[in-house]
């Protein structure tokens, strides 16, 4: 039976399906103006959407203040959750024990629900993050860690969600981190820095940068392929996505997309990468060989994705 993705338009401001084989649409979710990041839980039960108010990071303005929570098996918005102060939410994860976190852009802080399934206001902690601008962070499983992307003050910075007497530390990796890949197996955090066109490879134990090496323009987001131990970054400007052997950070293979690439997912397989392109586009790429072997339509500007589990649809069709 076919998967399904899940994936947020954020200038057609909702959130969308699509069968993965086909990329025939199976129905979308409007949303308040321009949402953002969002994050499924381990059961595929609900997703977790922040509403970043904004269409990017360059756009001034503080109008998103909210969590979105979706129940994905119908399709259908169960509750909102009001961040008051700490505006512009855009990383947001889970951790290992399915507790949510969310990035305020707005006010540097990282805030976080034990319970995102309690469906009530409030936050249980609140911290900084000791840098400004925060706009993704990496968490480790157990979620007393965090390191976040701080895009003006141009560093990544470690902290404990859960102590804010414990002081952040900040490691200076180059201009603008953006992109992020947290590897908690070998203690290794990569990150993108898109003005520097670097990557930087950082020992999580001792902060230690061990590593960098250079990228084509503007690497936005950078990601892991197990399988062959491989770096992949999308670069933004550069209109392109790049392959890197992670032991070397050799250059292994460049290729460019029709227009800005947004996002990336890796199948449960790692046989394909499904790329979000800024011509409402979807490209499957072959990791292998790199052909692009399927191409289909999605509504405006569509970025974050996730391929639900084979045969999930049914619970629509058990709905209609």
Known sequence: MA???????????????YDIDTGASQGCLELPQFPHEFVVDDEFRYAYVGHYGVQNSDIAGN???????????????????????HARPHGIGLDGQGRLYVLSEWSGHLLVKENPRAFDQGWDHITPTGGTKGHLFALTKDGLTAFA?????????????????????????GQKPEGRCLREETATLYTSQRISNTVAV?????????????????????????????????NHFGRS?????????????????PANPLALCIDDEADFAYIAVDCEQVQRFDLDTFEVVQTFDTGNEPD?????????SRHWEKAA
């Open 241 to 257: 996505f790049s392959v890197f052997d992670e032991a070397t950070g050799e250059l292994l293979h460049e290729q460019k997309t």
């Open 149 to 173: 992307m701080n895009l003006t003050s141009g560093d990544v910075t470690r902290f404990n969600p859960y102590d804010a007497s414990i002081e952040p530390i900040s490691i200076k990796t």
């Open 3 to 17: 998967q399904s993705m899940m994936l947020v338009e954020k200038c057609s401001h909702r959130i969308s399906w």
């Open 63 to 85: 109008h998103g203040r909210s969590v979105i929570v979706i129940d994905i098996r119908e399709r259908k918005i169960v509750h909102v959750y009001d961040l008051g102060e």
């Open 202 to 234: 950082i020992n999580t134990k001792t902060l230690e940068i061990e590593r960098t090496f250079p990228t084509p323009n503007d690497p936005c987001r950078i990601y892991y392929d197990e399988k062959r131990n491989r770096l992949l970054t999308m």
């Open 304 to 312: 974050v994705m996730v391929i639900l589990p084979d045969g999930f």
